[in-house]
């Protein structure tokens, strides 16, 4: 049994139901076995490398597309369960949470969406299971916050297309077997299931990162890749689908940052209570309680955003401001948390023995990707005033 | 083949345990779980039936109370994700503390009422009052054999073959079906409820036998945390310590003898 507990100051654990709990406890109790204990993720942390092995695991376990119906192989589950397994995955890493939304939350989901009959059928199984590795191609060298400004294109040629472009900041890129690539077409932008081994299509990995350390992000490069007409997303009529998508994906990572903070917290909790230093515990001194109490605040808060934003997505009522909303505090808070972990752990926290500076990193690009905070903060002011002050 | 695990409701080994009124365990923020040993059992049970083929059948059974964190419902559910096709609760709102054989006798009564049997499964002990009762009275209750701290088991031809862990050595040992089996952690590798496995247990058939409890022989007086260690004492450093270090485990602690 794990040693980890997970804060729950106001008990929201009554608010789930037994399955909920259930399907909780399972992946808290995966991620503590295969990841944490067995040292896989401070492994793979250090070599800069993404845990393959994994991919089919977490396949088998259900956490890739788990909302998804069971038709293609997935279980169907609702919102809740679904932010409780990203919750627990991102507690082992933020890796392998972003692995599983970017499969499920941005692959699969579009697919699904806004794919043929064919195309589900031809994919998602697949994708369930880990056999098949997607990756999300939208931001560009040049267009990160901004994407309708993408350069990338897609050109009619006979009845399929050809693509041109560069993609950047693409999560599984290297290792993905399909990419779904947003393009410039005729009729405005649309998606496209790309095979990764067609010619002209090559992804290098970004070399050199400080933070996710442990999943692989790459450069989607297209030179005149030809596809056929099956490739394109048949529904798909222009950005704002893209949107949908990430929309899904910032649900995911709302709860998602959250496990992380529960990590970091717990960590740090356990630290101070058996570190004595001028004879007493860490924990006894009030310099000390203060950035504690800080960190467990804003964990609290957190869980609540993510549990009510969890009920109305399951409702049907989250717009896309709650969605905001959720990632952009959730995000600041574990990143607030993990540096407060940090400077609690002393000397000792910037060490991999301990968690904390892991999540720490990981967390600088979990508050930037998927809408930096900022694009997040514009989004809530649209919402209050009315005034887009990102469009100009 | 029809297998029966039984399994109970315990406190997480890694919760900290607080004894309320003397002699019971205060429950409250004190998470349950699926005994640890009870887990391989039913995990050992699957692989059998899928060893098996069309036909079997695994069923959890449980004897517990169905409130709050100690709910053996829950456990039951527990069970059915990991694989088990259907569940019986005994249910006993005053399960903590329970007389072992009283315990035994509740669950063979559900066993006999089910009808034919191959297997009974337990884990080798209740992580949390540690009996290691349950299973041998069982088997004398059911008139099968059984046989305890299983750490490997094969069915075939009516028979089972246990290999069993006994004081550093293995021993095997061949059973006639029906028989009683509680295992070793050993007994089966550790499985992990699948997400589709934990919808679907919620739409397994649950059964309820009702069991006309009696208080048993048995009686806890008292429930106390072990005492805590006493402190270490250094009575020197390096090579000029041996000789004290030795005159004190030799007199004192009287841990060593030449």
């Known amino acids: 049994m794990s040693e980890f507990v997970g804060a729950d100051f106001f008990e929201l654990d009554e608010l789930l139901s037994d399955e909920e709990r259930a399907v909780r406890d399972s992946a808290r109790e995966w991620v503590d076995r295969e990841l944490i204990d067995s040292r896989l993720i401070e492994e793979h942390h250090r070599a800069g490398t993404f845990p393959r092995e994994l991919a089919t695991q977490v396949g088998e376990m259900g956490y890739l597309g788990p909302t998804l119906p069971e038709e293609y192989g997935c279980a169907g589950l609702n919102q809740v369960g679904y932010g409780l397994i990203m919750q627990e995955l991102e507690r082992g890493d933020s890796g392998l949470r972003s692995f599983c939304s970017v499969q499920g939350s941005l692959c699969m989901y579009p697919i699904f969406a806004f794919g043929s009959d064919e195309q589900k059928n031809r994919y998602l199984p697949g994708m369930a299971k880990g056999e098949i590795i997607g990756c999300f191609g939208l931001s560009e060298p040049d267009h990160g916050s901004d994407p309708s400004g993408m350069e990338t294109k897609a050109t009619p040629d006979g009845d399929g297309w050809i693509l041109n472009g560069t993609k950047r900041w693409i999560t599984n890129g290297s290792i993905a077997d399909i990419a779904i690539v947003w393009a410039k077409t005729p009729d405005g932008i649309r998606g496209f299931i790309v095979p990764t081994d067609a010619p002209g299509f090559s992804a290098p990995l970004i070399p050199g990162k400080f933070s996710l350390r442990a999943s692989v992000t790459s450069e989607l490069i297209m030179e005149d890749v030809k596809v056929g007409p099956e490739a394109l997303l048949p529904e798909t009529t222009g950005l704002k689908n893209a949107l949908m998508c990430l929309s899904n994906a910032r649900y995911g990572i709302a709860w998602g940052v959250v496990g992380s903070a529960m990590a970091v917290f717990d960590e740090a909790l356990r630290y101070l209570q058996s570190r004595t230093q001028f004879d007493k515990p860490l924990a006894s001194f009030q310099l000390v309680q203060r950035k504690l109490v800080h960190m467990h605040t804003e964990l609290t808060k957190a869980q609540l955003v993510a549990h009510r934003l969890g009920r109305l997505k399951d409702a049907g009522k989250a717009k896309h401001y709650h969605v905001s909303f959720a990632k952009r505090n959730n995000c600041w808070a574990a990143r607030e948390i993990a540096k407060l972990g940090r400077e609690l752990l002393g000397a000792n926290g910037v060490c991999d023995e301990y968690q904390v500076m892991r999540h720490l990193m990981n967390i600088e690009s979990v508050y930037t990707y998927e809408g930096t905070h900022e694009i997040h903060t514009l989004v809530l002011g649209e919402h209050l005033t009315g005034f887009p002050a990102y469009r100009g | ?258």
């Open chain 2, 1 to 258: 083949m029809r297998i029966f695990v039984c399994v109970k409701a315990v406190p997480d080994t890694a919760a900290r345990i607080k004894v309320k009124d003397g002699a019971t365990i205060d429950p409250s923020g004190v998470k349950f779980v699926l005994g640890p040993y009870d887990a391989r059992a039913v995990a050992k049970a699957i692989a059998l039936k899928e060893a098996a083929g069309d036909g079997a059948e695994v069923v959890a059974v449980s004897a517990g109370g169905t409130k709050g964190e100690r709910d053996a419902n829950k456990r039951l559910k527990d069970a059915l994700a990991l694989g088990a096709d259907r569940g019986i609760l005994i249910p006993d709102e005053a399960s903590e503390n329970r007389d072992p054989l009283e315990v035994a006798k509740a669950l063979a009564a559900a066993i006999k009422a089910e009808g034919d049997y191959s297997l009974v499964l337990l884990g080798r002990t209740a992580v949390d009052d540690q009996a290691m009762s349950v299973g041998p009275m069982l088997g004398a209750l059911l008139g099968a054999p059984c046989v305890t701290d299983a750490v490997g088991l094969e069915v075939a031809g009516g028979k089972a073959t246990v290999t069993r862990a006994a004081e550093g050595r293995q021993q095997t040992v061949e059973l006639t079906l029906p028989a009683v089996v509680t295992g070793q952690r050993d007994l089966a590798e550790e499985k992990y409820p699948k997400l589709k496995d934990i919808l679907k247990a919620g739409k397994k058939p649950m059964a309820t036998f009702d069991y006309a409890w009696t208080d048993g022989g048995y009686t806890v007086t008292a429930l106390e945390p072990p005492p805590e260690p006493v402190a270490g004492k250094i009575v020197g450093e390096g090579p000029d310590a041996v000789p004290e270090l030795f005159n004190l485990l030799q007199n004192e602690a009287k841990k060593l003898s030449f």
